[in-house]
């Protein structure tokens, strides 16, 4: 069973900066794509940034040149620095990432959701 732990979200003042953390724990034989989504009250959920196994990253245009996903793969984690924060961009945040799972007859991908984390930006 693999579990994805998010950490570091909260209240902050529009302007402010916060990182979330995600990270992968359990028995799989390796991390594909790991993205970060978000759900604002009333819309739907959104990709906010992706990175490949490769660190590719890949953002939404509406935070290019404020946030920045990164990841550590000795650690199995994955980072999203949020910079210049918005009252828009308050929302519930969810890591997703893409492990590969040892079967019978070779592997297979599936995709893991964290639980959320609320960020707040107050104006």
């Known amino acids: 069973q693999v579990q994805l732990v998010e950490s570091g979200g909260g209240l902050v003042q529009a302007g402010g900066s916060l990182r979330l953390s995600c990270t992968a724990s359990?028995?799989?034989?390796?991390?594909?794509?790991m993205g970060w989504y978000r759900q604002a009250p009333g819309k739907q959920r959104e990709l906010v940034a992706s990175?490949?196994?490769?660190?590719?990253?890949d953002y939404a245009d509406s935070v290019k040149g404020r946030f920045t996903i990164s990841r550590d793969n000795a650690k199995n984690t994955k980072y999203l620095q949020m910079n210049s924060l918005k009252p828009e961009n308050t929302a519930v945040y969810f890591c997703?990432?893409?492990?590969?799972?040892?079967?019978?007859?070779?592997?297979?991908?599936?995709?893991?959701w964290g639980q959320g984390t609320l960020i707040t930006v107050s104006s």
């Open positions: 359990g028995s799989f034989l390796s991390i594909a794509s």
């Open positions: 997703n990432t893409m492990v590969v799972l040892a079967t019978d007859f070779g592997s297979r991908y599936v995709d893991v």
């Open positions: 990175i490949t196994s490769g660190s590719t990253p």
